[in-house]
C-alpha cells in the first residue's frame, strides 16, 4: 500500500491512518540498556503499529524533530509546547530497515547520556539483543543488569 504525502498533516492523524491501513510488525529485537547504576535495566519493545510505520515509510518525523523538542521542554522558562508544527510540518521519514527503525528508536526514547556513550566505561550501557535471549519471567525483574552474555552475542544467527 502506498502512503499519502503526509507532510503538513497532524501526526495523530498520520498514526490513526496507519493503524487503520497497516498490520502491525511484531519485532524479535529488544533494547535494554541502564541508565543509572541504581537501577535495574530498562527494556524498549517495539510498538507492532510503530514499526509498521517505520518500515512503510512516510509517516514519521525525523528524530531530531524529538530532541529540539526535549531541548524546549529541558528550559527553565518552558511552560508548553509552542513548536508542535515539527512534529507536522517536517517532511516525514523514508521506509527503514528494521535495524534503521531500532537505531531510530533507540535515539527517539533512550536517554542521549545512553545512546551517544553506551560504550564508554566498564560495560556497554546499552545492547540490541532478541527476545529469546532475555529470561522468560519476569521473576527477579528489578534486578536485570546487562550481562557479559548477552554483550558477546552474535545478532545475526
Known amino acids: 500500500m502506498k502512503t499519502p504525502q ?8 498520520r498514526l490513526c491512518w496507519a493503524k487503520e ?20 535495566a530498562k527494556i524498549l519493545v517495539p510498538d507492532p503499529n510503530w514499526m509498521a510505520c517505520a518500515l512503510q515509510g512516510g509517516i514519521l518525523p525525523p528524530v531530531w524533530v524529538y530532541h529540539e523538542l526535549a ?5 527553565p522558562t518552558f511552560t508548553k509546547h509552542t513548536r508542535g508544527y515539527l512534529l ?4 516525514p521519514m523514508p521506509a527503514m ?16 547520556s545512553v545512546w551517544r556513550n553506551w560504550d564508554t566505561g566498564n560495560k556497554p550501557k546499552l545492547v540490541i539483543c532478541r527476545k529469546e535471549q ?3 519471567t519476569r521473576e527477579w525483574r528489578n ?3 546487562i550481562t557479559e552474555e548477552l554483550t558477546v552475542t552474535d545478532l545475526a544467527a
Open 6 to 13: 503526509f507532510q503538513g498533516t497532524h501526526l495523530f492523524d
Open 21 to 40: 491501513n497497516l498490520d502491525g510488525v511484531q519485532s524479535d529485537y529488544r533494547v535494554v540498556y541502564e541508565d543509572s547504576v541504581d537501577e535495574c
Open 71 to 75: 531541548r524546549d521542554e529541558a528550559m
Open 88 to 91: 507536522h510540518d517536517t517532511e
Open 97 to 112: 530497515t528494521e535495524e534503521e527503525a531500532i537505531e531510530y528508536l533507540i535515539m527517539k526514547d533512550c536517554p542521549q
Open 134 to 136: 532475555l529470561p522468560s
Open 143 to 145: 534486578a536485570w543488569k
